[in-house]
Every structure is written in structure tokens, then in C-alpha cells.
């Protein structure tokens, strides 16, 4: 399975909305506390502050609804009670978070993906309240009763039903010069049968009939005359049509949106950071967690050795890729993107990421073979203030993974790559120090340096690499020289206190 932007984010949602209802007791006793403490205190918004209350219990804690069935209602509830465009609608919702985040802390559940499922849970329902026109047209109810109201449609009424256990059920229907929702649901046990029902309701003649038009997983039920069917039906074959093509739209623009919703999350993760490993780790947590990836690789990068270092990762063992040490000639495509990165200077102000469908035109077969990849992505970590590029994130969606990169999940790395450049910045002194004795090693140093730490002679040494006596003796020498250690013991004793092997 390819992941998206959009079911990432949407995940995080439902993530969210899990815990909450997980969590349903503890919340329901802090909302009752928030109940008592404003009718105690006798705040003038007590009133909205109980109606908020109920609304969330009803709709959020003791209901099962999925997403959108949930955010219509809730819209539709806080509108009438609260009202969207109220001065103290924000504030009530803002009294609601802060309620849920303290019951679920209090529960022993506070960590940082628990806060934030719970804080884009709140964005997504407040945006959805606030933002959403009260009128949407392209909300089926709404397109339906257009419809049925037009003077110029010989369209008595429309009803939508939906089959369900071998039954059929009609949930809305609208009529002409008003509109009715159902308060009990009319059962039949098939659509002709509920169009028979439906005449005899509503007392007419012979002369109407009833045209049934599939519309995703329900059916409309449209009541006209018996000389109006030739034209009316491709006149809602049609309408249909357009309503659906104006929805699509309007929903790709929301998810379209949701890369910002991605980085913003992303941006207020960061700044809890207060050490390296903290942004290490809260950066490769990020990339997987905000984006539609599976695995995480932070890599530094050494502009005057040109040798790439392994920092971190997420869903991999990190001890594996901290032993990691590149020369960047053995990267020839990847190099000739940094050069090129390199080349632009102090106009270096958005760096973009390398898709590679298959990695294997770009890493070498070792690397294939130990982390099984298939297609990855590799986004710059620079900073556009210092023009500087600090590493890479490699990213993928899993062993033997292939996917595409989609336009929202292009431009949130590009801003991931900024966010995290700027922020190991504040750490660049604690990486390449450690790190910078590793970064002048060639690959066969540092396995010259390992076997000499296991107590191999020069001979033994140069047996197991199949090099000469002489070879081997070369690069103790530079390994001496690079680290300034007086002889070999030397050395090894500083790379095992460092951290190089």
C-alpha cells in the first residue's frame, strides 16, 4: 500500500478521536469539574460552557459516528446552541482541549504523539465550525432541497434511502415548498415497494411516478409527473453529476491544505527539544509521523571531507546507521545533486528533495540488501538563513516499498528539511566534534582501526583485508597522524572514548 499526505494526517485525526472516547470516563468527571467550577463561580458564560459540554458528551463521547458524519453534526449542534460566528464559540472550544489534554495527562497517557493527535483533533473540528459556509452547497441535503424548491422543476419531492439488511430505508426527504426530515425512518423490504409506500403517503394520483437514481451507496427516490420522466431524468443524471465534480473539488482544496496542518505540527514538535538527542529524535519521530513514511534516517553531511555520517533514525536500528560512514564518490547521482545544491549559494533558499523510484540507480547493492529499499526519498536539512546544508533525512514507506511522491507530500518536506536544518544548527557543535574524527577516516581506516582495537597484528591485519603488510602499515600511520595520537594503542583508546568504533 502507497501512503498519502491525506491519510496520514487523517489517521493522526482518528488517533485522536480514539483516545478521546478511550479516555471518555476521565474527561466526563474534568468536564463535570469545569460544570461546577463556572456554576459555582457564577461566570456569565456559564450557560454556553454547559450547552459546549453536552454537545462533546453527545456527539464525541457516547456516540460512535465516523468523521464526517460526526463534524456535520457537530456543526449542525454548535451552530444552534453555541452559534459558529459567537464571540465565545473559540473560547468554549479552547475550555474543551484544555479539558481533554488534563483528564488524559491526569490518566498517565501524556506523551508527545498523544498531545498532538489530540491538539489536530481540535484544530480539524474548530476549522470545521469556523471556516465551513453554513450553506454548503454541495452538502447533499442542500443540493436536494434546490432541487425540490425550484418553480421551474416539475419535481413533487425527492427522498433518499439506502438498503440495509435486505431492507430499504428512507432517511431525508424533502417536499415541495418545504423541507422534512424524516423523524421515523420508512421501512420496505424493496425500492418499489417503498415507492408504493411513498405515493400512497403522500395521497397521489396515477399520474406520478417515481424514478430511482443511484447516488453512491443510497438511492434517490424522485416523485414527477408521468409526461416529465423523458426530461427529468437526464437532467438529474446530469445535476448529480456537477455536484459530484463540485465536491470532489471542494475536498481536494481541503486536502491540499493539509501539508500546512503537517508542518505546523511538525514546527511546534521541534521546539520541545532542548538537546541533540531530543531533536533527533523528535525529527526522525516527525517525518514518520506527520508524513505518509515508514522508516527515517538522519544523516550530517561534511562539506570539506564530503563524507556523509549516520546521527539517527526512526523504525531502524540507529546503532546500525550511527556506524555508517559514506564517501560521497560512492554516491555519484546524490553527490551530483549536492554539487549542484552547492553550486546555487547564498540563492540556496528552498532545497528540494531527491525521489528515487528505484533506489538502486542511486545507493550501492549493500545498502539495497541491508535495508531492503526499494523507492526513497532524500530531503536536504539546510538552513536558508546560513545558506548551509547540514544533512540529509533518507525516507521510505518500508522494506521493498515502492510509491510516488504527491505534490502536498513534495512541498511539507521541503519545509520539514528547513525546520529541522535550522534546528540542528543550534547542535552543530556537539555533532561534528564527535563525529569529526570519523569524518577524516576513509571507509578502510576505519576497518584498519577495528581490527587493530581487536588486538590483530599488522600481519593478521593485512591477512583479513588482503592487503599487504606494507598497506596496512600506511594507514596505521595516517590513522595516527588524523587523530594525533603518538602510537597505535593511542588511538584505539580514542576511538573507543569517542565513540569511532
Known amino acids: 500500500m502507497s501512503y498519502t499526505l491525506h491519510y496520514q494526517m487523517d489517521t493522526l485525526f482518528h488517533h485522536g478521536l480514539i483516545l478521546i472516547r478511550q479516555h471518555k470516563q476521565s474527561i466526563h468527571e474534568e468536564l463535570g469539574h469545569l460544570k461546577h467550577y463556572f456554576k459555582e463561580h457564577g461566570k456569565r458564560t456559564t450557560p454556553s460552557t454547559f450547552k459546549s459540554v453536552e454537545i462533546f458528551s453527545d456527539l464525541i463521547l457516547h456516540n460512535n459516528d465516523e468523521k464526517e458524519i460526526l463534524l456535520q453534526k457537530l456543526k449542525t449542534s454548535w451552530e444552534k446552541e453555541i452559534g459558529a ?38 484544530l480539524k473540528i474548530n476549522e470545521f465550525i469556523h471556516t465551513v459556509t453554513p450553506n454548503n452547497p454541495f452538502s447533499i441535503d442542500t443540493f436536494l432541497q434546490q432541487i425540490v424548491y425550484s418553480k421551474q422543476l416539475p419535481i413533487e419531492w425527492i427522498a433518499l434511502a439506502k438498503e440495509s439488511h435486505h431492507q430499504c430505508i428512507v432517511t431525508h426527504w424533502f417536499q415541495k415548498n418545504q423541507c422534512t426530515l424524516t423523524k ?92 541533540l538527542d531530543k531533536a533527533l529524535e523528535m525529527i526522525t519521530t516527525g517525518f514518520v509521523h506527520y508524513l505518509p513514511f515508514k522508516r527515517c534516517a538522519i544523516f550530517s553531511y561534511s562539506k570539506q571531507e564530503e563524507i556523509a555520517f549516520g546521527l539517527s533514525s526512526h523504525q531502524l536500528d540507529s546503532r546500525i546507521i550511527q556506524n555508517i ?38 545507493f550501492p547493492g549493500y545498502y539495497i540488501d541491508k535495508f531492503q529499499l526499494k523507492s526513497v526519498v532524500i530531503t536536504p536539512l539546510y538552513t536558508s538563513s546560513g545558506n548551509e546544508l547540514i544533512g540529509a533525512a533518507i525516507l521510505d514507506q518500508g522494506e521493498n516499498s515502492t510509491f ?98
Not at 408504493?196 to 403522500?202: G, P, V
Not at 528552498?350 to 528505484?358: E, F, G, I, T
Not at 584498519?448 to 590483530?456: F, N
Open 404 to 501: 510516488h511522491m504527491s505534490f502536498d507530500t513534495y512541498n511539507a518536506l521541503i519545509h520539514f528539511g528547513k525546520t529541522a536544518g535550522e534546528t540542528l544548527l543550534h547542535y552543530s557543535h556537539h555533532i561534528h566534534p564527535t563525529h569529526a574524527h570519523i569524518a577524516s577516516l576513509s571507509p578502510r581506516e576505519l576497518e584498519v582501526l577495528a581490527l587493530m582495537a581487536d588486538g590483530e597484528s599488522t600481519t593478521t591485519a593485512a591477512q583479513s583485508l588482503h592487503l599487504s603488510e606494507y598497506t596496512v602499515r600506511d594507514y596505521i600511520t595516517a590513522i595516527m597522524q588524523k587523530m594525533k595520537a603518538r602510537n597505535r594503542t593511542e588511538a584505539v583508546a580514542l576511538a573507543i572514548r569517542r565513540g569511532i568504533i
Open 85 to 122: 460566528n459567537s464571540p465565545v464559540s473559540p473560547f468554549m472550544m479552547s475550555l474543551l482541549e484544555s479539558a481533554v489534554h488534563h483528564a488524559i495527562q491526569s490518566s498517565g497517557h501524556d506523551h508527545d504523539t498523544t498531545h498532538q493527535s489530540i491538539q489536530y483533533f481540535f
Open 184 to 275: 421515523e425512518h420508512i421501512i420496505a423490504n424493496s425500492i418499489f415497494e417503498l415507492s408504493d409506500i411513498l405515493l400512497h403517503q403522500f395521497d397521489q394520483s396515477d399520474e406520478y411516478r417515481v424514478i430511482t437514481v443511484p447516488y453512491q451507496q443510497e438511492i434517490l427516490l424522485v416523485c414527477t409527473l408521468k409526461q416529465d420522466i423523458s426530461h427529468i431524468m437526464p437532467f438529474i443524471y446530469y445535476a448529480l453529476q456537477f455536484f459530484r465534480t463540485g465536491k470532489q473539488a471542494i475536498q481536494q482544496m481541503a486536502q491540499s491544505r493539509q501539508w500546512m496542518d503537517a508542518v505546523l505540527l511538525f514546527n511546534e514538535s521541534i521546539i520541545k527539544a532542548h538537546t
Open 325 to 362: 560512514t559514506e564517501e560521497m564518490h560512492n554516491l555519484p547521482l546524490i553527490k551530483d545533486s549536492l554539487d549542484f545544491i552547492q553550486m546555487l549559494g547564498e540563492r540556496m533558499k528552498y532545497l528540494q528533495p531527491l525521489y528515487m523510484k528505484n533506489a538502486r540507480n542511486y
